[in-house]
């Protein structure tokens, strides 16, 4: 089992950047892959970025190649999202999640993750 905390959201203009941090708990974090989706209101949860459990495979969405870049630090039990660029359609909630038992390196897919956190805004201003 494992617990996830986003942070590190918040309000900025457009083209400015910001850090999303997912710090998990327990023991076992190497053992997950780890996904980044959002949520504007009204909508589905749309996959961003996605990494595996060692953190030397990545994949991105469109939308945001070249914007967002995924890292994790297996020592500290923490996932990043650096995101710069930023553009008011990346406004929304940005949930990290965790999976293992689906997933072979990564995946995109959101229902392959079993634990989810709770969620950080961010809101880009044009």
């Known amino acids: 089992q494992v617990q996830l905390v986003e942070s590190g959201g918040g309000l900025v203009q457009a083209g400015g950047s910001l850090r999303l941090s997912c710090a998990a708990s327990g023991r076992t974090f190497s053992r997950y892959a780890i996904g980044w989706f959002r949520q504007a209101p009204g909508a589905e949860h749309l996959f961003v970025a996605t990494?595996?459990?060692?953190?030397?495979?990545?994949s991105y969405a469109d939308s945001v190649k070249g914007r967002f870049t995924i890292s994790r630090d297996n020592a500290k039990n923490t996932v990043y999202l650096q995101m710069t660029s930023l553009r008011p359609e990346d406004t929304a909630v940005y949930y990290c999640?965790?999976?293992?038992?689906?997933?072979?390196?990564?995946?995109?897919?959101?229902?392959?993750?079993?634990?989810w956190g709770q969620g950080t805004q961010v809101t880009v201003s044009s």
């Open positions: 999640a965790a999976g293992n038992s689906r997933i072979g390196v990564f995946s995109t897919w959101s229902w392959d993750y079993d634990h």
């Open positions: 990494i595996s459990r060692d953190g030397s495979n990545t």
